[in-house]
C-alpha cells in the first residue's frame, strides 16, 4: 500500500481511513492512543519509522489529528533523530506552523509525498456559502474576520469570538475549544459569532482548521448564534454530523472566501 | 471646589481624592457603590448632574475606576439625556475607545474639562526601567507586544501574555483579570510574562491602563514570572503597593517606552 496515516487524536483518522487503504500508524505518548494502528512509532526513533514506511511501500503520507508538543526522551533516540534534535528541539519553542513546516521538510527529505486531508476527502471540505440556516450577525464577522487577519503574520489566531461590535475571544495556544469555554464562562449568552479561518502562512496539508458536531455544542454552550468557516480551508468531520448538530444545537453555519 | 471626581470601583478614586480636594460622584448601577458619594447620578439624568456639577463650580473631571456598560431605563430619562440617547446607545455597541471618546465629548460640549488620573497624581504612572527585579524574559516581551500592536487599529488587546514563544492569552472585552484566570487554567505553571500597554487610540484621560497588587496576584497565580508596561501610559495603583505584591510573589516588574 502507498499512503500512510501519522494519525493524531480526534475522528479525522478514520475518516481518511475510508479514502481507501492506508497504513495506520501512531505515536506513542499523543492522545488518541495507539489502538488498531498498523504501526507504533516514536518521534524519538525517526529512522526506525521512516525504514518501516518505506518497507510497507508508503511514498505519501497524511498527518491527521491533534497531536501535541512533547519533549524527546534522550535514552531512546535513534541514530536519526539525534541529528535532527537540535532542529526539532528549536522548532518545538515556535509557532505551529513552523514547528510543522519543519516536520513536513524532515518527511518530504526523506522522499515521503506529504498529502493534506483535503487531498484524500475533498468532499469534508466546507464549500462557500450557507450550510445550515441563513441568519448572519455579518457585522460580528467582519469584526473577528479583521481581527484574525491582522494577526495572521504573528502565527497565531485561527478563531475568534465577537458579539454586539465586541470581541469576546481570540484564539491562543490553547486552542479554539479553550476560547469557547472561556466566552462560556465569561460572557454568557452574547449571541455573537465564532469566526474560523486559516491563518496566512498555515500549511493546509499538516494543519488544517477543522470543525466537529462538539465543536457546534461548544459554540451553542457559549451562547453563541453562528459559526463562519472560510470556505476551502476548514474541514468538517463530518459535513453530516457537524449539519445535524447545528440543527440540533439552533447554530448557523456559513462559509465565505 | 474646581474638581470632580467621576468614581467608579477600585482604588484609583480614592487615590485621586488625595490629590486635593474634589467632589465625589458616584452613578447607581456601576460597581463600587455609591457610599462616602458627595453626588449620587444616574446615566439616564446627565442633565441634572450637570447642574448639580455647576452649582458646586466644578470645572475639571476625573473619570476614574472600573466602570460597566449599562442599558438606559428610559422611565427616568430627562430631556438632555434623552436628545443624547441614540448617540450614547450606538456608542454602547462600539469598542471601549469609541464609547468614551462619545462621553468625553459630551462632558466637553457642556464646558467641562476631563483631566486623567495622570495630571493628578503623576506620581502614580510607571516610570521606564526596573520597578521590581532584574530578570526579563525579553522574547516573550518582545512578542506579545509585537501582537498587541497588531491588535491595536482594531480596539482591542490591551494586555498580552506569552511563554516560551507562544502566545497563551490576548485581552478581549472581558479585560486582563479573566485572560489571567483563563491562562492560570489552561495552561498553568509557563513562566511566561504578562504585557500590558495603552492602545495606540486610547484616550488617557478616561480609559489609562492600570495595575494593582490584586494585579501582581493574578499574574503570580497564573504562573507568570514577569510584567512588562508601557512607561509613561499605565498607572500603579499604588506603587508601594504594586512592588511589595512583586516581592511577595516573586515577580518581576519593569517598563519599557
Chains 1, 2 share one sequence.
Do not use: N, Y
Not at 34 to 51: K, S, W
Amino acid at each position: 500500500m502507498g499512503r500512510a496515516i501519522i494519525a493524531g487524536d480526534g475522528a479525522l483518522p478514520g475518516l481518511l481511513a475510508e479514502a481507501g487503504p492506508a497504513l495506520m500508524v501512531r505515536l506513542e505518548g499523543q492522545p488518541g492512543g495507539t489502538d488498531g494502528a498498523d504501526v507504533v512509532a516514536r518521534l524519538e526513533r525517526l529512522g526506525g519509522l521512516f525504514a518501516e514506511l518505506r518497507a510497507c511501500g508508503v511514498t505519501e503520507l497524511c498527518l491527521a489529528g491533534a497531536m501535541r508538543r512533547t519533549g524527546f526522551d534522550r535514552a531512546v533516540l535513534d541514530a536519526e533523530t539525534a541529528t535532527l534534535l537540535p532542529d526539532l528541539e528549536a522548532a518545538m519553542g515556535q509557532g505551529d506552523d513552523a514547528l510543522l513546516r519543519r516536520i513536513v521538510a524532515i518527511f518530504e527529505a526523506e522522499g515521503f509525498a506529504i498529502r493534506g486531508a483535503h487531498d484524500w476527502r475533498p468532499d469534508l471540505v466546507a464549500p462557500a456559502g450557507a450550510l445550515h440556516g441563513e441568519a448572519r450577525p455579518e457585522g460580528d464577522a467582519a469584526r473577528a474576520r479583521a481581527v484574525l487577519a491582522a494577526l495572521g503574520p504573528h502565527d497565531v489566531g485561527q478563531a475568534a469570538v465577537a458579539a454586539k461590535g465586541q470581541m469576546l475571544g481570540i484564539e491562543t495556544l490553547q486552542g479554539t475549544d479553550a476560547m469557547l469555554d472561556f466566552v462560556a464562562a465569561t460572557a454568557p449568552g452574547s449571541g455573537g459569532v465564532l469566526v474560523k479561518r486559516a491563518k496566512p502562512g498555515q500549511d493546509l496539508r499538516v494543519d488544517m482548521p477543522a470543525i466537529g458536531p462538539e465543536t457546534v455544542a461548544r459554540v451553542a454552550k457559549a451562547g453563541l448564534s453562528g459559526i463562519e468557516l472560510q470556505a476551502g480551508h476548514v474541514l468538517l468531520l463530518d459535513p453530516a454530523a457537524v449539519r445535524a448538530a447545528c440543527a440540533a444545537h439552533h447554530v448557523t453555519l456559513w462559509a465565505v472566501p
